[in-house]
């Protein structure tokens, strides 16, 4: 009988409401004979709202506090075995690569850092892992990476075109695989790390298709959905904007946001400001973007680059739009035209451009002859490229090869 490949996969917070997609990822690796053990530092509180949630708990250990007596017994005892490897993390961590808030990213790298030890110390006692993956080139590959480098257990990651890649030159050169969730962000990664070329696959997000397909639809007139953390980035105020404009040009819309953060009062006064019907829900579970999709005349994530340079990749919610025969309208930004081809299947607006987003609702809603054929495409295309069986059983076989395929 063949021994299972036992994978360590790291994610700083584990689960998160905002991102179920690794959740099903893990949940879909199992199904595939891989031995997933997740590694976190903490829990999304609101996760509790996704009841796929519930069933990756038990596969979920939670790493000690950085500063507890844990860890720093864990830190003695690699200083002893292995000093000079210790030092040299260390000073990784700690001398450079954070884009954005530098000071208070090395501060924290620290944290991190120790972490890392602690999972190293975890992944030496327990045994028996062959392979060690992160999702996103943030906290959670750093501790990949330290528990990497002090075991020397096989290290990968995945990229989600992140704006603020923290090591991202000596992640690459660690890492056996360099995984990419789209070919822009394959590119992205090349041209900030060259040596990625050599090493690099993409594969992309996947979701449960068959969930989203076939919802008994009910859209009513006008009804703009938007789901999405309510950060600068996802463009809610062009959203607000545009719909402002559409009123004014006599097409009465009602803006429904599903979603929760920093944001929220700002927009919130921006709404009563230019007299948009708009309704806040605030975090809500899959259950009710179910509802809310059903209800929809169209899904809309204008998307942006934010201020410090904060990007989207491809937003899971648009792909479940997508799957649920919901109309698209989002931006020609980063991996998001690889799934949604203007006039094709959704429309694109330029990113933070009103005018551009007013232009594509209209032609969203104007209920033109192709509609029905544009949705039956946006569900195909979904179906190609993120179906989770298809993308589970990719990424299972570029961690069991051990490189890009």
Request: proline share 5%; glycine share 8%; hydrophobic share 45%.
């Amino acid at each position: 009988m063949s021994v299972p490949f036992r994978l360590a996969y790291v994610a700083y917070t584990f689960p998160v409401l905002t991102q179920t997609f690794t959740t099903r990822e893990v949940l879909a690796l199992g199904e595939r004979g891989i031995d997933v053990h997740v590694h976190a530092a903490r829990c999304d509180p609101a996760a509790q709202l996704d009841d796929l949630a519930e069933r990756a708990r038990p596969l979920t250990l939670y790493l000690p506090p950085a500063n507890s007596a844990a860890t720093l017994r864990a830190l003695v005892r690699l200083a002893i075995r292995r000093p000079v490897r210790l030092a040299a993390t260390f000073a990784t961590c700690l001398g450079g690569g954070y884009r954005d808030r530098p000071v208070l990213s090395r501060l924290r790298a620290l944290r991190h850092f120790l972490l890392g030890v602690a999972l190293a110390s975890r992944l030496a006692r327990e045994g028996g892992y062959d392979h060690v993956h992160a999702q996103f080139v943030d906290a959670g590959s750093t501790l990949a990476y330290v528990a990497s480098r002090l075991t020397d257990v096989p290290f990968s990651f995945t990229n989600h075109t992140a704006y603020n890649p923290f090591l991202l030159r000596p992640k690459v050169a660690w890492a056996r695989t360099v995984i990419s969730i789209s070919e822009f962000d394959r590119e992205r990664v090349a041209a900030e790390a060259p040596d990625a070329r050599s090493k690099s696959a993409v594969c992309r997000v996947g979701i449960d298709v068959g969930a989203w397909a076939g919802l008994p639809r009910r859209p009513e007139r006008g009804r703009l959905l938007s789901v999405a953390a309510l950060r600068p980035k996802k463009g809610h105020a062009e959203l607000l904007r545009a719909a402002s404009e559409l009123r004014g040009g006599g097409t009465d819309v009602h803006v429904v946001i599903a979603g929760d953060g920093a944001e929220r009062a700002a927009l919130e006064q921006l709404a009563g400001d230019l007299d948009v019907s708009a309704e806040f829900l605030g975090a809500v579970g899959p259950q009710r973007v179910r509802e809310e999709l059903m209800r929809a005349a169209a899904f809309v994530l204008p998307c942006r680059v934010a201020a410090n340079g904060d990007l989207d990749g491809i937003p899971v919610a648009i792909m479940e739009a997508m799957a649920a025969g919901v109309p698209v309208v989002t931006s020609r930004l980063s991996g998001i035209p690889e799934l949604v081809e203007d006039g094709v299947t959704g429309h694109l607006a330029e990113p933070g451009d009103v005018a551009s987003l007013v232009a594509a609702l209209r032609r969203c809603l104007g209920g033109d002859a192709e509609h029905g054929c544009l949705v039956a495409r946006a569900g195909r295309r979904v179906r190609d490229l993120h179906d989770l069986d298809r993308t589970s059983a990719a990424l299972a076989g570029i961690l069991r090869s051990g490189g890009a395929s």
